[in-house]
């Protein structure tokens, strides 16, 4: 025998409903997603032509989170210790410092001036181009901005293994530090989760190689 629905169970089904619809992740709950998890929502897909790539498309350093400093020194400033400034009482412009670089493990001098600075340089872990090829050439000119000052897709690295990598993905190149490779990969797949940047099966392969001896590696806050 049917009867109307009361009026607190259709509360109960609208609330029930709510509940149950998924919703993107904001960056401090994808931190706590396993990398090897997140690896499994991005698209797999080949590279796209490089044509019409232009690097100076995506902008130059910036000042995102409007402190009044690059984003440049902003990276300098969180992965170096021992730090100077080039000003007293604005500690912005890094004029020395000390750090161990994640992709050797060599400790490492930075020394601003011509010919010292470039042996430390700031590294774009998922690098420009690759992003390019693999969706951001249909970006507007904000999120090529953004992305390219990105916190979460940059490090402070030997000037000669960046070099190196060029614009290689891990299909292509993973950094000689093997302890550190986990942590790397993770990177790579939070910015390309957040930017919805796609994968090669290649690159997915290579991956999967490196997280699956560490498979409780958490992607990274920024």
């Known amino acids: ?16 409903i709510a509940t149950a619809i998924v919703v993107p992740l904001t960056p401090a709950q ?26 100076s498309s995506f902008g130059d350093w910036a000042d995102p989170d409007g402190n009044g ?13 021992s730090i100077t400034y080039k000003y007293t009482n604005d500690n912005c412009i890094v004029m ?7 992709y050797s493990g060599t400790a490492m001098n930075f020394l601003r001036g011509v010919g010292t600075s470039s042996l430390i340089q700031i590294d774009h872990v998922v690098a420009v181009s690759d992003a390019w090829q693999k969706g951001a050439f ?13 916190p979460l897709n940059l490090l402070a690295v030997q000037g000669r293994l960046n070099s190196q990598k060029g614009d290689g993905d891990a299909a292509t190149w993973l950094p000689p530090l093997k302890s550190y490779r986990c942590a790397y990969v993770a990177r790579q797949i939070a910015v390309k989760s957040k930017y ?8 997915k ?8 001896k560490c498979p409780d590696q958490l992607i990274p806050k920024g």
């Open 1 to 16: 025998m049917s009867r109307a629905t009361s009026t607190w169970e259709i509360r109960f089904i609208a609330i029930a």
């Open 30 to 55: 994808a931190a706590d997603k396993k990398a090897l998890a997140v690896l499994e929502t991005l698209i797999v897909k080949g590279r796209a032509p490089k044509t019409g790539y232009d690097r």
């Open 69 to 81: 400093c690059d984003t440049r020194n902003d990276i300098l400033n969180r992965d170096l210790k």
């Open 96 to 102: 020395t410092g000390t750090f161990v670089d994640p």
């Open 138 to 150: 249909k970006w507007g000119s904000t999120t090529k901005i953004a992305f390219y000052n990105d």
């Open 196 to 203: 919805a940047i796609w994968v090669t099966a290649s690159e």
């Open 205 to 212: 392969s290579a991956m999967q190689t490196i997280l699956d």
